[in-house]
């Protein structure tokens, strides 16, 4: 059994960063995708980015592109999301997830195991 843990968020204002961590406690890390999600008060759960722990291939959403960073750290098995120049759209519940075979999706369908969330608010 697959178990997540997020970390790292908190208050922020507009146009500051934080970083989010996801602690990973599979024993096969390679055979995993890791990808982080958000959910917004009254919205759907929306993907954020994604990446392989095999190959380190990533993919981002467009609202994510150019100010959000995904990287992990295979030794450590943690995932961890950069997020920079963060503004109020931003605020959120933001879910690390895991799927089982590797390949990166964009789609909440896919991923099988998801941590409880941690909440990111950025004000003005």
């Known amino acids: 059994q697959v178990q997540l843990v997020e970390s790292g968020g908190g208050l922020v204002q507009s146009g500051g960063s934080l970083r989010l961590s996801c602690a990973h406690s599979g024993q096969s890390i390679s055979d995993y995708a890791m990808a982080w999600f958000r959910q917004a008060p009254g919205k759907e759960r929306e993907f954020v980015t994604a990446?392989?722990?095999?190959?380190?291939?990533?993919i981002y959403a467009d609202s994510a592109k150019g100010r959000f960073t995904i990287s992990r750290d295979n030794p450590k098995k943690m995932v961890y999301l950069q997020m920079d120049s963060l503004n109020p759209e931003d605020t959120a519940v933001y879910f690390c997830a895991a799927r089982d075979g590797g390949q990166v999706s964009a789609s909440i369908n896919d991923y099988d195991y998801w941590g409880q969330g941690i909440q990111v608010t950025v004000i003005v």
């Open positions: 990446i392989s722990w095999r190959d380190g291939t990533s």
